[in-house]
């Protein structure tokens, strides 16, 4: 029997958007409004812009387990601090979950911002019972619960905030 294989890191390249664009349709709890976003963020990292590319405003890293891509993140310098950084989104294939790829992109998330010069990173989430694993996965990779907001998306769903600092 051979070892699983590591999951690697790299920046999104213009290839990937078609793989990121159906990866992101399969994402069980990403409604349409979400997977648009998603997307969006990824077209301007993408693109040819001036807040494109790795020094702009949505880095956007793959994770990939034998040439495959399986999962992505996209982060950000959070405008108007000095050092806060934001993970906008994370996602690992919904069949490859519980591999390991959700924790190794927040490290390579966490050596990209720390690397340059950021002290904390960010992220918002949805407070209701179907975010409940996304929840327990921030707790379990190092991020901390630090506010939430009642009924900010709708009633009954909160938001809730997590800070991974250094
Ligand atoms: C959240 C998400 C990225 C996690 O990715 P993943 O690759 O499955 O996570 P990992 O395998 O790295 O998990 C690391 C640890 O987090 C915890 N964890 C992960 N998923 C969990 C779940 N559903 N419930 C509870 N804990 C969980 C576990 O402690 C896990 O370690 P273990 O498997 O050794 O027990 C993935 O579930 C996902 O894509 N969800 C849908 C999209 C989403 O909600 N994104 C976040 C909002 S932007």
Do not use: K
Not at 51 to 67: I, S
Not at 87 to 102: E, K, S, V
Not at 133 to 162: K, N, S
């Amino acid at each position: 029997m051979s070892a699983p294989s590591p999951v690697t890191l790299r920046l999104a390249q213009p290839d990937d958007r078609e793989i990121l664009e159906a990866l992101l349709s399969r994402v069980d709890n990403f409604d349409e409004e979400e997977q648009r976003v998603a997307l969006e963020l990824i077209d301007i990292f993408l693109g040819d812009g001036p807040t494109a590319g790795p020094e702009g405003d949505y880095p956007t890293l793959v994770a990939e387990l034998d040439g495959t891509i399986c999962g992505y993140a996209t982060i950000g310098r959070t405008p108007f601090t000095e050092s806060t950084w934001h993970l906008y989104f994370i996602a690992a294939d919904p069949q490859r979950r519980r591999a390991g790829i959700g924790r190794a992109l927040c490290q390579a998330c966490a050596e990209f911002v720390g690397t340059r010069g950021g002290q904390r990173i960010v992220l918002e989430t949805a407070g209701r019972e179907d975010y409940g694993g996304t929840r327990g996965f921030y707790l379990a990779t190092g991020f901390r619960e630090e506010g939430r907001i009642a009924d900010y998306y709708r009633p009954g769903d909160d938001v809730v905030y997590y800070v991974w600092r250094w």
